[in-house]
Nanobody, 123 residues
Framework: VQLQASGGGLVQAGGSLRLSCAAS????????MGWFRQAPGKEREFLAT????????YYAESVKGRFAISRDNAKNTVYLQMSNLKPEDTAVYHC?????????????????WGQGTLVTVSS
């Protein structure tokens, strides 16, 4: 599966953005999907993951209550709704697909990655 993330941009602190990740190729609905981000000078970190049907999600503590992951299998797309954004949320955001069933927070367990979309939050 190939992934294309979009929706990043410049937003003021306290604002909202919705990221999209469009998938093409093999059966999107069979994949667990995840969102990660990498801030300048920092390691990539896990944000959220969702199972194939959307019935199960899991979040990093740093974004719980502010970010929401969802998916539309009919559109082959996974979303990350971000609200109450903070300057420390500034990063390149990546979506990823995991063939093996079961939610995961581990980067190495994901098989396919999108190219990333930049989110900049100004104070």
């Amino acid at each position: 599966v190939q992934l294309q993330a979009s929706g990043g941009g410049l937003v003021q602190a306290g604002g909202s953005l919705r990221l999209s990740c469009a998938a093409s190729g093999s059966d999107f609905s069979s994949y667990v999907m995840g969102w990660f981000r990498q801030a300048p000078g920092k390691e990539r970190e896990f944000l959220a993951t969702i199972n194939w049907s959307g019935s199960q999600t899991y979040y990093a503590e740093s974004v719980k209550g502010r970010f929401a992951i969802s998916r539309d299998n009919a559109k082959n797309t996974v979303y990350l709704q971000m609200s109450n954004l903070k300057p420390e949320d500034t990063a390149v955001y990546h979506c990823a697909a995991r063939r093996y069933p079961g939610l995961s927070t581990t980067q190495g367990s994901y098989d396919n990655w999108g190219q990333g979309t930049l989110v900049t939050v100004s104070s």
